[in-house]
T-cell receptor, first 112, second 115 residues
Framework: ELKVEQNPLFLSMQEGKNYTIYCNYS?????LYWYRQDPGKSLESLFV?????AVKQEGRLMASLDTKARLSTLHITAAVHDLSATYFC????????????FGQGTRLTINP | GAVVSQHPSRVICKSGTSVKIECRSL??????MFWYRQFPKQSLMLMAT?????????EQGVEKDKFLINHASLTLSTLTVTSAHPEDSSFYIC???????????FGDGTRLSIL
Protein backbone atom coordinates (compact mmCIF):
# COMPACT_ATOMS: atom_id res chain seq x y z
CA GLU A 1 0.00 0.00 0.00
CA LEU A 2 1.38 3.37 -1.00
CA LYS A 3 2.07 5.80 1.81
CA VAL A 4 3.15 9.37 1.25
CA GLU A 5 4.88 11.33 3.97
CA GLN A 6 5.83 14.98 4.02
CA ASN A 7 8.42 16.70 6.11
CA PRO A 8 8.14 19.11 7.78
CA LEU A 9 4.44 19.38 8.56
CA PHE A 10 4.77 22.96 9.75
CA LEU A 11 7.24 25.51 8.53
CA SER A 12 7.56 29.12 9.57
CA MET A 13 10.16 31.13 7.76
CA GLN A 14 11.25 34.65 7.06
CA GLU A 15 10.80 36.37 3.76
CA GLY A 16 13.85 36.13 1.58
CA LYS A 17 14.99 32.75 2.93
CA ASN A 18 15.24 29.45 1.08
CA TYR A 19 13.76 26.19 2.25
CA THR A 20 12.83 22.71 1.06
CA ILE A 21 9.80 20.52 1.69
CA TYR A 22 10.38 16.80 1.38
CA CYS A 23 7.95 14.16 0.14
CA ASN A 24 8.76 10.49 0.59
CA TYR A 25 6.63 7.68 -0.75
CA SER A 26 6.76 4.07 0.22
CA UNK A 27 6.25 2.00 -2.94
CA UNK A 28 7.23 2.27 -6.56
CA UNK A 29 5.56 5.11 -8.39
CA UNK A 30 6.34 7.05 -11.52
CA UNK A 31 4.21 10.10 -10.92
CA LEU A 32 4.28 12.79 -8.29
CA TYR A 33 2.05 15.81 -7.95
CA TRP A 34 2.37 18.97 -5.91
CA TYR A 35 -0.64 21.06 -4.92
CA ARG A 36 -1.18 24.28 -3.07
CA GLN A 37 -4.16 24.91 -0.83
CA ASP A 38 -5.08 28.31 0.58
CA PRO A 39 -7.30 28.48 3.68
CA GLY A 40 -10.90 27.69 2.84
CA LYS A 41 -10.04 26.87 -0.75
CA SER A 42 -9.61 23.75 -2.84
CA LEU A 43 -6.41 22.45 -4.38
CA GLU A 44 -4.43 24.27 -7.01
CA SER A 45 -2.14 22.13 -9.15
CA LEU A 46 1.48 23.27 -9.03
CA PHE A 47 3.62 20.59 -10.62
CA VAL A 48 3.29 17.22 -12.31
CA UNK A 49 6.50 15.15 -12.23
CA UNK A 50 6.41 12.13 -14.50
CA UNK A 51 9.92 10.72 -14.66
CA UNK A 52 13.04 10.14 -12.65
CA UNK A 53 15.14 13.27 -12.52
CA ALA A 54 12.26 15.51 -13.56
CA VAL A 55 12.67 19.10 -12.45
CA LYS A 56 10.09 21.81 -12.89
CA GLN A 57 10.17 25.43 -11.87
CA GLU A 58 7.53 28.10 -11.60
CA GLY A 59 8.58 31.41 -10.12
CA ARG A 60 10.14 30.87 -6.70
CA LEU A 61 9.09 27.22 -6.53
CA MET A 62 11.04 24.31 -7.95
CA ALA A 63 10.05 20.66 -7.71
CA SER A 64 12.12 17.57 -8.43
CA LEU A 65 11.61 13.82 -8.45
CA ASP A 66 14.00 10.99 -7.65
CA THR A 67 12.12 7.75 -8.25
CA LYS A 68 15.03 5.62 -7.08
CA ALA A 69 15.04 7.30 -3.69
CA ARG A 70 11.23 7.61 -3.75
CA LEU A 71 11.66 11.27 -2.92
CA SER A 72 10.34 14.51 -4.27
CA THR A 73 11.33 17.96 -3.08
CA LEU A 74 9.67 21.33 -3.32
CA HIS A 75 12.24 24.09 -3.01
CA ILE A 76 11.29 27.65 -2.17
CA THR A 77 13.71 30.36 -3.17
CA ALA A 78 13.70 33.81 -1.57
CA ALA A 79 10.30 33.25 0.00
CA VAL A 80 7.64 35.94 -0.12
CA HIS A 81 4.51 36.25 2.03
CA ASP A 82 2.22 35.28 -0.87
CA LEU A 83 3.63 31.78 -0.79
CA SER A 84 2.08 31.15 2.63
CA ALA A 85 -0.25 28.17 2.15
CA THR A 86 -0.48 24.44 2.74
CA TYR A 87 1.39 22.33 0.23
CA PHE A 88 0.48 18.74 -0.54
CA CYS A 89 2.32 16.12 -2.50
CA UNK A 90 0.46 13.13 -3.90
CA UNK A 91 1.23 10.04 -5.91
CA UNK A 92 -0.35 7.01 -7.54
CA UNK A 93 0.93 3.51 -6.89
CA UNK A 94 2.56 2.00 -9.97
CA UNK A 95 0.42 -1.10 -9.58
CA UNK A 96 -2.99 -1.62 -8.15
CA UNK A 97 -5.86 0.78 -7.71
CA UNK A 98 -5.32 4.12 -9.37
CA UNK A 99 -6.16 6.24 -6.38
CA UNK A 100 -4.22 9.39 -5.61
CA UNK A 101 -2.58 9.16 -2.20
CA PHE A 102 -1.87 12.44 -0.45
CA GLY A 103 0.78 13.40 2.03
CA GLN A 104 -0.23 15.05 5.28
CA GLY A 105 0.43 18.53 3.94
CA THR A 106 3.02 21.12 4.95
CA ARG A 107 1.65 24.32 6.38
CA LEU A 108 4.00 27.07 5.32
CA THR A 109 3.91 30.47 6.97
CA ILE A 110 6.17 33.18 5.62
CA ASN A 111 6.69 36.12 7.92
CA PRO A 112 7.65 39.60 6.71
CA GLY B 1 -8.98 23.95 -19.97
CA ALA B 2 -9.78 21.08 -17.59
CA VAL B 3 -12.21 22.95 -15.38
CA VAL B 4 -14.22 21.19 -12.71
CA SER B 5 -17.19 23.03 -11.30
CA GLN B 6 -18.55 22.09 -7.89
CA HIS B 7 -21.83 23.40 -6.55
CA PRO B 8 -22.86 24.63 -4.08
CA SER B 9 -19.77 26.16 -2.53
CA ARG B 10 -21.34 26.40 0.89
CA VAL B 11 -24.32 24.77 2.55
CA ILE B 12 -25.73 25.39 6.00
CA CYS B 13 -28.68 23.26 6.98
CA LYS B 14 -30.45 21.61 9.87
CA SER B 15 -29.72 18.16 11.17
CA GLY B 16 -31.70 15.48 9.35
CA THR B 17 -31.63 17.23 6.00
CA SER B 18 -30.25 15.55 2.90
CA VAL B 19 -27.78 17.60 0.90
CA LYS B 20 -26.78 17.10 -2.72
CA ILE B 21 -23.44 18.32 -4.09
CA GLU B 22 -22.79 18.42 -7.83
CA CYS B 23 -19.49 18.02 -9.59
CA ARG B 24 -19.26 18.84 -13.27
CA SER B 25 -16.39 18.64 -15.72
CA LEU B 26 -17.00 21.66 -17.94
CA UNK B 27 -14.67 21.15 -20.88
CA UNK B 28 -13.77 17.48 -20.83
CA UNK B 29 -15.38 14.11 -20.36
CA UNK B 30 -14.47 12.51 -17.07
CA UNK B 31 -14.46 8.75 -17.04
CA UNK B 32 -13.68 8.81 -13.35
CA MET B 33 -14.60 11.23 -10.60
CA PHE B 34 -13.45 11.18 -7.01
CA TRP B 35 -14.99 12.48 -3.83
CA TYR B 36 -12.83 13.61 -0.94
CA ARG B 37 -13.51 14.85 2.54
CA GLN B 38 -11.21 17.19 4.40
CA PHE B 39 -11.36 18.01 8.09
CA PRO B 40 -9.77 21.24 9.32
CA LYS B 41 -6.00 21.23 9.15
CA GLN B 42 -5.90 17.71 7.79
CA SER B 43 -5.17 16.12 4.45
CA LEU B 44 -7.72 14.97 1.92
CA MET B 45 -9.39 11.66 2.62
CA LEU B 46 -10.73 9.75 -0.36
CA MET B 47 -14.33 8.74 0.17
CA ALA B 48 -15.20 7.05 -3.08
CA THR B 49 -14.28 6.58 -6.72
CA UNK B 50 -17.05 7.01 -9.23
CA UNK B 51 -16.97 5.66 -12.78
CA UNK B 52 -19.59 6.75 -15.27
CA UNK B 53 -22.42 4.29 -15.58
CA UNK B 54 -21.36 2.03 -12.75
CA UNK B 55 -21.63 1.90 -9.00
CA UNK B 56 -19.19 3.91 -6.96
CA UNK B 57 -16.39 2.19 -5.10
CA UNK B 58 -16.30 3.33 -1.49
CA GLU B 59 -13.26 3.43 0.73
CA GLN B 60 -13.20 1.41 3.88
CA GLY B 61 -15.18 3.04 6.65
CA VAL B 62 -17.31 5.21 4.37
CA GLU B 63 -21.02 4.40 4.63
CA LYS B 64 -22.42 4.03 1.15
CA ASP B 65 -25.99 4.45 2.38
CA LYS B 66 -25.01 7.70 4.03
CA PHE B 67 -23.05 9.12 1.12
CA LEU B 68 -24.89 8.34 -2.09
CA ILE B 69 -22.90 8.85 -5.26
CA ASN B 70 -24.36 8.98 -8.75
CA HIS B 71 -22.25 9.34 -11.88
CA ALA B 72 -24.94 9.46 -14.51
CA SER B 73 -22.94 11.05 -17.31
CA LEU B 74 -19.37 11.70 -18.36
CA THR B 75 -19.62 15.25 -17.08
CA LEU B 76 -21.63 14.99 -13.88
CA SER B 77 -21.30 13.21 -10.57
CA THR B 78 -23.36 13.94 -7.48
CA LEU B 79 -22.77 13.24 -3.81
CA THR B 80 -25.83 13.19 -1.57
CA VAL B 81 -25.29 13.28 2.16
CA THR B 82 -28.44 11.67 3.51
CA SER B 83 -29.95 12.64 6.84
CA ALA B 84 -26.96 14.80 7.63
CA HIS B 85 -25.82 15.29 11.21
CA PRO B 86 -23.33 17.71 12.74
CA GLU B 87 -20.51 15.16 12.48
CA ASP B 88 -20.96 15.24 8.69
CA SER B 89 -19.90 18.86 8.67
CA SER B 90 -16.74 19.07 6.61
CA PHE B 91 -15.16 20.34 3.40
CA TYR B 92 -16.04 18.08 0.48
CA ILE B 93 -13.95 18.21 -2.69
CA CYS B 94 -14.53 16.43 -5.97
CA UNK B 95 -12.05 15.77 -8.72
CA UNK B 96 -12.25 14.39 -12.23
CA UNK B 97 -9.91 12.88 -14.77
CA UNK B 98 -10.12 11.79 -18.36
CA UNK B 99 -8.29 8.50 -18.04
CA UNK B 100 -6.12 6.33 -15.83
CA UNK B 101 -2.81 8.03 -16.57
CA UNK B 102 -4.23 11.53 -16.66
CA UNK B 103 -4.00 14.11 -13.85
CA UNK B 104 -6.94 14.85 -11.61
CA UNK B 105 -8.60 18.24 -11.76
CA PHE B 106 -10.19 19.49 -8.57
CA GLY B 107 -13.40 21.36 -7.94
CA ASP B 108 -13.53 24.37 -5.64
CA GLY B 109 -14.99 22.37 -2.77
CA THR B 110 -18.20 22.53 -0.78
CA ARG B 111 -18.22 23.55 2.84
CA LEU B 112 -21.03 21.71 4.57
CA SER B 113 -22.21 22.88 7.97
CA ILE B 114 -24.93 20.93 9.74
CA LEU B 115 -26.56 22.68 12.68
Amino acid sequence: ELKVEQNPLFLSMQEGKNYTIYCNYSTTSDRLYWYRQDPGKSLESLFVLLSNGAVKQEGRLMASLDTKARLSTLHITAAVHDLSATYFCASYPLRGAQKLVFGQGTRLTINP
Amino acid sequence: GAVVSQHPSRVICKSGTSVKIECRSLDFQATTMFWYRQFPKQSLMLMATSNEGSKATYEQGVEKDKFLINHASLTLSTLTVTSAHPEDSSFYICSARVGVDQPQHFGDGTRLSIL
